[in-house]
């Protein structure tokens, strides 16, 4: 079976990706606030797993939580994410990955704003590439298109 989005080896990541982007993504590092691509970034688009280019979240869905890392209500679908547990540094959180990649994200937090389900996708910039709206036809991202307009 052809699969549009591959997991690619740690040789072509470290190829690919430059220190920051693969500190987060393949060593769970974190960026930092305030101070990262995406964070007060609000054009209408996609944001893909810069391992991958699979979609997981779209513009609509993202919003200023003041956290200095972007925010999203929710992923673009639910079965591009994966969950898992992470107790470092001392606290009690929910990890999120890239589910093709495994590709570390960030965290995901019950604070986000009610009418939107409440949760807070806390996202690392360096995890993710943006395709604008009007580049997503020619990049092959159109199904996600009307999510937007």
């Not at 930092?32 to 979240?57: H, R, S």
């Not at 639910?78 to 898992?84: E, G, L, R, S, T």
């Amino acid at each position: 079976m052809d699969k549009k989005y591959i997991k690619k080896s740690k040789e072509e990541l470290i190829k690919e990706l430059n220190s920051i982007q693969y500190k987060v993504t393949k060593e769970n590092a974190t960026e930092a606030p305030f101070n990262n691509e995406y964070d007060n970034f609000f054009e209408k688009g996609i944001y893909v797993d810069i391992t991958t280019g699979e979609p997981l979240f779209i513009s609509a869905d993202k919003f200023d939580s003041g956290c200095g890392w972007p925010a999203f209500s929710k992923p673009i679908t639910k079965n591009v994410i994966k969950a898992k547990r992470d107790v470092s540094h001392g606290m009690v959180r929910t990890e999120v990955r890239s589910n093709t990649g495994d590709a570390h994200l960030g965290h995901v937090f019950s604070d986000g704003p009610e009418e939107t389900g409440g949760l807070r996708y806390c996202i690392n910039s360096a995890a993710l590439k943006f395709i604008a709206i009007d580049k997503m036809t020619e990049l092959g991202y159109e199904e996600y298109l009307d999510q937007l307009i």
